[in-house]
């Protein structure tokens, strides 16, 4: 079975500060995908990253970065200079390797950036 | 619009009446699947479509929970004799293959008094 824990519910940041989300994952595949939504108060989640499991390189886009530990099972997402737009709830999500993909998703870090 | 669409936006139901939460993928996109989201949780899958064929029911909760995709494009999930605990959004994703990314749709959100 697949698992993805976010362990922090919420966090809350002051404007400019940097904050990391933590995503711990379990599988028993050896081929899978990792991923990021955001979740705005709208309600649509918003597609944000995609991550095969051979490859570990970490990634950077404009101010969001990931760091993919594979020793670890965990998947984090940095926000550098975080911004009042940044709040939202933001989900980790695991697929397999097979026809279907569905995502398995943890449970949700809700961010909260103030003025 | 080129993403993903779901109607009605807000459904209230009263217990025991028949809902249907409809999906229109974005176009072209072959793998659609719905999933439920509790207040405060994560998603959690529902089912899943290939174009037009169901391959993956697992996770419907109950078999007042039906889902269609006649012709491969728009679906219907549809609920039975609704009950308290069906209160939940309910979300619809596509993607170009089962192998892609999948692009989520803004939900259904359904109260059942």
């Known amino acids: 079975a697949q698992k993805v824990t976010q362990a922090q519910t919420e966090i809350s940041v002051v404007e400019k500060e940097d904050v990391t989300l933590d995503c711990v994952y379990e599988?028993?595949?050896?081929?899978?995908?990792l991923f990021w939504y955001k979740q705005p108060p709208s309600g649509e989640l918003v597609f944000l990253i995609r991550?095969?499991?051979?490859?570990?390189q970490n990634e950077i886009s404009g101010r969001y970065s990931w760091n993919f530990q594979k020793s670890t099972s965990s998947f984090n997402f940095t926000i550098t200079a975080s911004q009042v737009v940044d709040s939202a709830v933001y989900f980790c999500?695991?697929?397999?390797?097979?026809?279907?993909?569905?995502?398995?998703f943890g449970g949700g870090t809700r961010l909260m950036v103030k003025p | 619009g080129a993403g993903v669409s779901q109607s009605p936006r807000y459904k209230v139901a009263k217990r025991g009446q028949d809902v249907a939460l409809r999906c229109d993928p974005i176009?072209?996109?072959?793998?659609l699947f719905w999933y439920q989201q509790a207040l405060g949780q994560g998603p959690e899958f529902l089912t899943y479509?290939?174009?037009?064929?169901?391959?993956?029911k697992s996770g419907l909760p109950s078999d007042r929970f039906f889902a269609e995709r006649p012709e491969g494009s728009v679906s219907t999930l549809k609920i039975q004799r609704t009950q308290q605990e069906d209160s939940a959004v309910y979300l619809c994703a596509s993607s170009l293959t089962s192998y892609n990314e999948q692009f989520f749709g803004p939900g259904t959100r359904l109260t059942v008094l």
């Open positions: 599988t028993r595949d050896t081929t899978y995908y």
């Open positions: 991550r095969n499991s051979f490859d570990e």
């Open positions: 176009s072209g996109h072959v793998s």
């Open positions: 479509f290939q174009n037009e064929a169901q391959l993956d």
């Open positions: 999500a695991l697929s397999g390797d097979n026809a279907g993909n569905m995502l398995t």
